[in-house]
Structure formats: structure tokens, C-alpha cells
């Protein structure tokens, strides 16, 4: 298992001259992964990014951001087709990066919800089956796997449970789309946290772990107990990932809700969320 943090916790966008700051001290601390967020896809230099996560021995992952422009199932064919050139280009960053897996919610825009009948809701998941099997295509000849992401209901209304982004990947498919798990929104979401991350099974690629206020892993009341029992009963050997974000940097807080500072510092967040990660998981 390798355990990872998204440079969300310190800052946004990921630049360059910041991924040269973050990746030691990512390292330094003890973190053998590194989750890397592509906001706008020139915001780094890709492959430059990739001889610094090298440098400091880290493996890393790409994290997609789906802004108002970017969504494979919105009714106007203008934003679909952003959105599929915007996941495009996130795969042959990732390519180039390093990374193999592609995260997030690859599926519709953050924070857009709207009431679907059955028959809307129907159509929508035909559309999105139809877009990531395409998606899914071009991402196994760049050797990277898409990992779906259910949100909470506040962040989307399409698809809030490991159950819904399974059928998805079902019709799908394909090895290159799979699915990952964030804690934070299945605390919100899921009867059983536990039976979710069974319920995934081998499909599962990739794991956020975040408390339930998004602060540092075991300061809350997530069910880690449950979440670590359920990991071992399916084998997973894959990244665990500390998603979290700083209220100093206002376009970030505002997209997360971040009103507050979620630890004494984002330094003590990742440091204290890693050691209580290995304590339960290692």
C-alpha cells in the first residue's frame, strides 16, 4: 500500500515552481505518493513535473478538476466536447507525468445537481457509458486507468454511490475504467462505508481518505476501523491519498467549502493524518 497526499492541502493551482517546493517536503515527511492536481492542463510543465516526483521517489497520480466547462453529460454539446478534450488531455499529461491513475469525477461538473426523472436519469447514464468508453480507449493506449469518483449529493446529483459509478463502469467495461473512493463523501452517502469498498472489490484503483470535515484522517469520526477492515477483506494494495484543501487559498476554499482551518497547520494535517494512516493500515 503507498500513501499519498494531494498538493491541495498546501496550495492551488500546482505550478512548476511549486511542485520544486512541495515534492521534498512531501517526501521528507514520510509520503511515498503524490496526487497532482491539473486545474488548467498548463498550469505545469509536465515533464518536468515527472524528473521532480522522480527526483524524490514518489510515485504519483493525476487528479482531474471539473469546472462549470468541463462535463461529459451537460445538455449543451459545446461543454460535453471541453470536457472530453479537457479528460483527453489530462491522460497524456498523466502519460507524460508518470502517473497511471487518472482520479476525480469523471462525469459531470462540480457542483452542478438538477432533478432527473428515471427516463432523464436513463438517458444521461447511456450518454456518460457511451463518452468514458471512448475515454476509456484513448486512456489504455496511454497506459493510464480512469478512476470515477461518486460525490456527495451538495457537489453533484448523478452519481453519489460506489453502487451508481459501478453500473457505469460495468457497462463500460474496460480495464482502464475503474473506480475510486473518497471517505469524506461516502461518510455522507453510504449506509455502510465498509460494504461500499467491498462492494467495489478488485474494480477499486484508487482511495481518498479525508475525515468527515475534510481534516486530517483520524480527527474526526470517520469509521476507520470499518474502512481498514473492508480494505484488507478485498486485497487492496493500492494509493490511500489525503485529499484536502487550505482555506488561505480563497478559489480552492470557496470550491470546497473550506471555511476554517481544518488543523493547526497544513504541514500538521498531512503529518498527523500519514501516522494515523499507517498506524491502521501499514
Not at 485529499?243 to 470550491?255: D, H, L, P, Q, W
Request: proline letters at 5%.
Amino acid at each position: 500500500m503507498r500513501f499519498g497526499v494531494n498538493t491541495w492541502v498546501w496550495t492551488s493551482p500546482l505550478t512548476t515552481a511549486e511542485l520544486e517546493k512541495l515534492a521534498p517536503k512531501v517526501a521528507g515527511m514520510g509520503f511515498d505518493w503524490i496526487e497532482v492536481p491539473l486545474e488548467s492542463l498548463d498550469d505545469l510543465d509536465h515533464a518536468r513535473g515527472a524528473e521532480i516526483i522522480r527526483e524524490h521517489g514518489l510515485g504519483v497520480s493525476v487528479c482531474a478538476a471539473m469546472g462549470p466547462d468541463r462535463d461529459l453529460i451537460h445538455p449543451d454539446e459545446s461543454i460535453r466536447e471541453n470536457g472530453m478534450n479537457y479528460v483527453r488531455g489530462c491522460i497524456e499529461a498523466a502519460q507524460t507525468i508518470g502517473a497511471t491513475n487518472l482520479v476525480g469525477p469523471l462525469y459531470s461538473a462540480v457542483g452542478r445537481t438538477w432533478q432527473a426523472t428515471p427516463e432523464e436519469r436513463a438517458r444521461d447514464t447511456d450518454l456518460l457509458v457511451e463518452q468514458l468508453s471512448r475515454l476509456a480507449d484513448y486512456a489504455g493506449e496511454h497506459g493510464v486507468v480512469l478512476c470515477l469518483e461518486p460525490l456527495n449529493r451538495f457537489e453533484t446529483s448523478f452519481i453519489n454511490l460506489a453502487e451508481q459509478a459501478l453500473e457505469v463502469i460495468d457497462r463500460v467495461n474496460h480495464p482502464s475504467c475503474q473506480i475510486m473512493l473518497d471517505t469524506f463523501h461516502m461518510n455522507i452517502e453510504e449506509k455502510s462505508i465498509g460494504d461500499a469498498i467491498r462492494a467495489a472489490g478488485p474494480r477499486l484503483r484508487h482511495v481518498h481518505a479525508c475525515e468527515n470535515d475534510r481534516g486530517a484522517p483520524g480527527s474526526g469520526h470517520v469509521p476507520w476501523e470499518d474502512v481498514a477492515q473492508a480494505l484488507k477483506d478485498i486485497n487492496y494494495d493500492g494509493p490511500v491519498v489525503i485529499e484536502s484543501f487550505t482555506a488561505k487559498v480563497k478559489s480552492i476554499a470557496r470550491a470546497a467549502a473550506i471555511w476554517r482551518s481544518l488543523a493547526p497547520s497544513q504541514d500538521a494535517l498531512a503529518e498527523d493524518g500519514l501516522k494515523f494512516l499507517k498506524q491502521l493500515l501499514a
